[in-house]
Each structure stands twice: as C-alpha cells, then as structure tokens.
C-alpha cells in the first residue's frame, strides 16, 4: 500500500535489518493488548467505544508511518522501504478490526441501523469510503499484483493511498465531534506530508522542450 514499488537498489542510511515478519508481530500487539483489555474489563466504562476508536487510532497511525517512509528517505537518507509494504498491510488491519468491532460490538450486525448510520452519519459515510478506498490497495500489495498489472497502473492505484489518509482524518476528526488538540495533530502530519509530495512533483515536472527551427 504504497504509491510506488521498493527498488532493491535505493540509496538510504543502513538500518540494521529485521525479518518483515517481526514488524508484523510488533504491529499487532496494541491489538492483541487492546482485546485483552476488553476481556479483562480493563478498557473503562464504555469498553466498546474505546476498542473501536483505539483500533480505528491504530489504522491511522500506521497510515501515517507508510505516507513517511519515502520523506525520510529522500530528506534524512533513512531507508525503510522494505518495511512499507507490511506497514501499509497493518494499516488495512487495522482498519479492517476497527470496521469488524462497529459492525458486530457496536451495530450487533443489523443491516438497517448500519445503513441508517451510513447515511445520517457523515464520520461513518467516510470511514465506509475510506475502507473501501483500502480494499483493492491491501489486495494488490503483493508481487503477482505488480507483476499483473504493470508497475505504472500498480503505482497509479496507490496513490489511492493519499486520498485513504485525508479520508481517515477527516473519520477521525469528526468522531472526536469536537476540536481536541491529537486530530488536529494528525491532519497537520497528513497535510504536511502530502503537500511534501504535491511540491516534489511540481518541482521535478519537466519543462516542455522549446521547438527547434
């Protein structure tokens, strides 16, 4: 979930290398705690509430991580980008457990409500499309996908990934329903990390070349 592919030779500052696997297992301990927390009734007195805006916290913070890597490989020489590809999936994760526990602990499954709350509720309208913005991204983070769809088609679908993390904040803000200081945080680390990415395309446009005679 990325908008471009890892290249095996890109110039960075040589992190020491772990397994993917291990970011994997990093990544899904606030969930494995989260739950764990819920069982054991550690979670305050509205438990479900909590679950599902931690997770859907979670889902954005790893979005946020995936928008980064490639600033801080062109700004600070720091290369993360075989890791994008698994911090992007944990993103889709993520979103996909906060998405689970508002279906099933919130909604208890009830198709009317949900559609009603689809509808009525502009902070779920966006979550809802922001989700489905992330399906075909996590579907497609995979080599074969690459490989069958050509690179250049492959990147262009990534970019979806932009409009993803301006959804999420939007979700993020509006659940909140009021003005505290942590959404507004994040939208300004979603805008500034996007608008890095606008100013880099517009500098490196190539100019048209003047006709010759």
Request: charged letters at 15%.
């Amino acid at each position: 979930m990325a908008g471009r592919a890892s290249a095996p030779g890109a110039k960075g500052f040589a992190l020491p290398q772990v397994p993917k696997i291990l970011v994997y297992i990093i990544g899904f301990v606030p969930a494995v705690w989260l739950f764990y927390a819920g069982i054991m009734d550690q979670l305050g007195a509205d438990p479900m509430r909590y679950l599902e805006q931690a997770l859907g916290l979670w889902a954005l913070r790893f979005l946020v991580a995936t928008l980064a890597i490639t600033p801080l490989r062109q700004l600070f020489n720091i290369n993360l980008l075989r890791y994008r590809r698994a911090i992007g999936l944990l993103a889709f994760y993520y979103a996909a457990l906060h998405l689970i526990t508002y279906l099933v602990l919130d909604q208890g499954l009830d198709g009317a409500a949900i559609a009603a709350d689809i509808v009525k509720r502009p902070y779920i309208t966006i979550g809802m499309a922001t989700f489905v913005i992330l399906v075909p991204l996590a579907v497609t983070s995979n080599n074969a996908a690459i490989r069958r769809m050509g690179g250049q088609a492959w990147a262009k679908l990534h970019k979806l990934v932009y409009v993803a993390a301006i959804g999420a904040v939007l979700h993020y803000i509006l659940v909140v329903k009021s003005w505290p200081l942590e959404p507004l945080i994040y939208a300004a680390i979603v805008a500034v990390l996007l608008s890095y990415r606008l100013f880099r395309s517009l500098v490196k446009k190539p100019s048209p070349r003047r006709r010759t005679a």
